[in-house]
């Protein structure tokens, strides 16, 4: 047999001596790979029966445990603005069309919720005032006031009315001007000056302010409340029109008609969240 070597002869005897063991042993491992096949396939497909109860359950769970947003909602809404103290304020003239003046002392309970814009009025049996508006800052105890009102009659059940509140959350990770506590109002005097004709003496309000901020506004307006002990009794306005950053000036507030009263307080009105406010630097 030329072309066949010894070592073929003797790999080609090897394998007709073993040929029974060798297929033998194919398919004891084949039979074995199918064992292990088919134990895996039937003990995950017995696990599956015996969780199918239980992953239902979970499903059925998921689909109960839902976020409940309206008490979600009810958590993060602003808490209710806070009505204080409303009154009104007789005449303290002898006209004959009677002006009323009106002021509500309000609370912003809100820490981080800026009231941008609310409108407001004061009603009563017979009409209501003018729908005024304005801004509470967060946190801020504000006088809300509507002066000079005409009544054919003296109002009665005076009642403080909100018409439009406009939210705006403050983001407490933004610097917040320093303002309020930069701005100086102090030698708060009443004084009596004689009229032109001198033949009446009129009472007037001075008191003294200053801007010790580094802003200059183009206009600042300050809230002059008369209390007779703890009760107002008097409310007025005055403006301060461009007030520029250091600048001190002498405020006063002719009052002919001013009730008697015990204590004088001056309330400035600013927002610092209002870019329109503040006079350019150049």
Known sequence: MSGVSNKQLRLAKWYLDHKTRL??????????????FWGLAIYHFINYLLLTETHEQMLTELTKN???????????????LAIIKSVFLAPNTSDQIKKYDFVAIIENPNKELLISLVEYYFSWDTGQTEVKETFILPGEKKYLTALGQEAGK????????FSDIKWQRV?????VPDILSKMSIKEINLNYVMAEDRNLV?????????NQSIYSFWQVNFIIIL???????GVNTLLAKQWKSNEQREMELMWPNIPSHTQIAVVPEINPFDQEIFMPAY
Request: glycine share 2%; proline share 5%.
């Open 171 to 175: 983001d407490s990770r933004k610097e």
């Open 154 to 161: 003296k109002p009665i059940k005076v009642q403080f009315v």
């Open 23 to 36: 297929y033998k042993s194919l398919l004891g491992l084949l039979i074995s790979v199918n064992i292990v």
């Open 227 to 233: 209390y007779q002990d703890s009760n107002i009794v």
């Open 66 to 80: 839902k976020i409940d947003y309206l008490k979600f909602h009810e958590h993060f809404k602003p808490q209710d």
């Open 202 to 210: 009129i009472p007037k309000i001075s008191f003294e302010i200053k």
